[in-house]
């Protein structure tokens, strides 16, 4: 990983390792996914790594994310962005935001930090406390987190699980009167991914957490 992430520096210079990978640094694990990001616009971004990349994917450029296979190992570098009208999962966004309002649109504090290589954490929610505190706490307001993508109700219960972490109380309350509007507004393939994470880990307490919320219907769909 290490290789990896001093090419992307060396070919991007501004780059950051971001959300989950941290987040299992942190907690002394493998990342099992890279994702990276930068002030570079998506079409600089393609044009640097192109000599070196074994393959680019930009079907998520317009939303400022480069997919590529580096050293035979896939990343994802992503434009920092802010939204500009939330449209749903998809919003509308605009990139030339800083890290700080590139973190700001994340789900949960746990995946809302940013790493250098050099090791500096850029942590502007607290994720960190609030991991080794085994808390799983939204970004600012639980209840428009949870209104720009209702999946996120299903993923706060799979952290909690994967984790053994609580769900912090405000987080609840806005799950508990979000999750009723879950299965009628995100697909059953997202769904079922969601799930079938959930079901790998934490596995017990996963499904008691879907029951306190009133979706354990959705394990038997």
Do not use: C, H
């Amino acid at each position: 990983m290490k290789k990896i992430w001093a090419l992307l520096e060396a070919l991007l210079g501004e780059v950051y390792l971001v959300g989950g990978a941290v987040r299992d640094l942190l907690l002394g694990r493998d990342p099992q996914d890279l994702d990276f990001a930068t002030p570079l616009p998506p079409e600089e971004v393609a044009r640097r790594l192109a000599p070196v990349a074994g393959g680019l994917d930009l079907k998520g450029a317009a939303y400022g994310t480069v997919a590529a296979l580096l050293d035979g190992v896939p990343v994802e570098i992503t434009t920092f962005r802010r939204d500009v009208r939330a449209l749903g999962r998809k919003a509308e966004v605009a990139f030339g935001a800083s890290l700080e309002e590139d973190l700001a649109r994340r789900d949960f504090t746990v995946n809302a930090m940013a790493l250098t290589l050099q090791g500096r954490l850029v942590d502007p929610f607290g994720g960190a406390r609030d991991l080794e505190a085994r808390v799983i706490r939204a970004v600012g307001d639980p209840r428009r987190r949870f209104a720009e993508d209702l999946l996120r109700v299903v993923r706060a219960v799979r952290f909690a699980a994967a984790l053994e972490a609580r769900v912090e109380e405000a987080t609840w309350q806005a799950a508990l009167e979000a999750a009723q509007k879950v299965l009628g507004a995100v697909s059953l393939p997202r769904l079922g991914q969601e799930l079938t994470k959930g079901l790998l880990k934490g596995r017990g307490r996963f499904v008691a957490l879907l029951n306190e919320l009133g979706l354990l219907l959705m394990v038997v769909i």
